[in-house]
């Protein structure tokens, strides 16, 4: 199958896409149609993979409402899909989230979102209001096992929209496939209404109505009001903060390191045990290490935001989760680790700093700090290339061959 990608001209902030490109860099197919700009929606649609067969679909209106999607293989649509838990669908709420399954991996489809607001929802009665939809949008799946996979990686924006602009301009003419925030992207969320609108600017600047994005936690995303009710806005794979999944040749493995002193720590009010969560996470990771999708994949990426090496003040979780995943690690095979955290760009090749594989760690909110990782990757190759706010590289990029 013959890899595609989007190549978008990025205008953060907003929903401009410049047309959907082969690697050849002529066009494969037509420019989608911009969706509506409107005011009934808060949020307008972004897209979560949760595998290269299913994609997750979220948008969020101002009223509660019956969302529905329309979507195919053509821009005549012809399939429907809502939500559905225990013979009710889904409705009366202002979050919507409808994933769609059975799909091709590398394969372009077609959709438009549809809500049907409710004025009042008695037992016997709803009163709906009148239907309402975006246009059609397009998004690609993610590509199969043999296909060439590029993925951008932001970290620690810390809410600074200004350096992810610069950033989405650094990559502008870079085609990837999908997106990742590890972590300290979205932070101290003391409220619903500024969470949405820092989120409304990184689903703008990436396109994520037409190409997923990962948001995974840092600290910061766990501090605030609001971080409790933050994981309604995303769709993981298997519904919780640490996943793993395929994207062309790559098994990527996602860790949830949680917050960054001990669980004790005054700052917390005793609202948190990360402890515990962590220790969660542990037979999980080995179950993920043994299983056929990690072992058979052709590279193995590791990624979490609090780096685990080296060990950190004992008692933390960077501590806490070397002891209790350096074990299980160390022998796992895996190419490479994609961290944040420390505002301090690095690279460590293996045994720099005790850690058994290569570890890039991402920038800091300051532009002149700030950096973007690319990371492309076939069966035959995987290259890392860590990229500050004018596209230049800040390290010799990384390259692992068969």
């Known amino acids: 199958m013959k890899a595609h990608f989007w190549k978008i001209g990025i205008l953060c902030g907003s929903m401009i896409v410049a047309g959907m490109v082969a690697l050849s860099g002529q066009p494969s197919q037509p420019a989608a149609v911009e969706p509506s700009t409107d005011r009934a929606l808060v949020q307008p649609p972004y897209l979560q993979a949760l595998s290269p067969r299913t994609m997750a679909i979220l948008w969020e209106t101002d009223s509660p409402a019956y969302g529905w999607i329309e979507y195919g293989e053509t821009a005549a649509l012809g399939r429907r899909q809502d939500a559905t838990r225990f013979g009710l669908r889904d409705a009366n709420s202002t979050c919507h989230r409808i994933t769609l399954a059975g799909l091709e991996p590398g394969t372009t489809y077609y959709y438009r979102v549809h809500w049907r607001p409710i004025r009042s929802f ?156 962590r220790q969660e996470q542990t037979p999980w990771l080995k179950r993920e290490i043994a299983s056929p999708a990690f072992r058979r994949a052709p590279w193995r990426v590791l990624v979490h935001h609090m780096p685990i090496y080296p060990a950190r003040t004992k008692g933390n979780g960077g501590r806490q989760a070397q002891d209790l995943w350096n074990g299980i690690l160390a022998n796992a095979g895996i190419d490479l680790a994609l961290n944040a955290h420390t505002h301090r760009t690095a690279f460590h090749p293996p045994f720099a700093i005790g850690n058994p594989f290569p570890v890039a760690i991402g920038g800091a909110p300051t532009l002149k700090d700030a950096t973007v990782m690319l990371l492309e990757a076939d069966p035959n190759q995987l290259k890392l290339r860590i990229l500050d706010a004018s596209g230049n590289d800040r390290f010799p990029p990384f390259l692992k061959t068969r």
């Not at 043999?146 to 809410?159: E, I, M, P, T, W």
């Not at 519904?239 to 949830?256: C, H, I, S, T």
């Open 122 to 277: 008695k037992a016997y009665q709803v009163d709906f209001g009148p239907d309402q939809s975006t246009e059609i949008a397009a998004f690609r799946t993610l590509p199969g096992r043999q296909d060439r996979v590029a993925a951008v990686v932001f970290n620690d924006l810390h809410n600074n929209i200004p350096t992810f602009q610069a950033l989405c301009r650094a990559v502008s003419t870079i085609p990837f496939d999908f997106s990742l925030f590890n972590g300290d992207c979205l932070v101290d969320l003391n409220e619903e209404s500024r969470a949405l609108a820092v989120m409304n600017e990184y689903i703008g600047g990436i396109q994520a109505g037409r190409r997923s994005a990962f948001f995974i936690r840092g600290n910061h995303e766990t501090r605030g009001a609001f971080a409790r009710l933050m994981p309604r806005l995303f769709a993981w794979p298997g519904d919780r903060p640490y996943f793993a999944f395929n994207a062309g040749p790559v098994r990527w493995v996602v860790l949830d390191c949680g917050e960054d002193k001990p669980d004790d720590n005054v700052e917390y009010s005793g609202l948190v045990n990360f402890a515990t969560y």
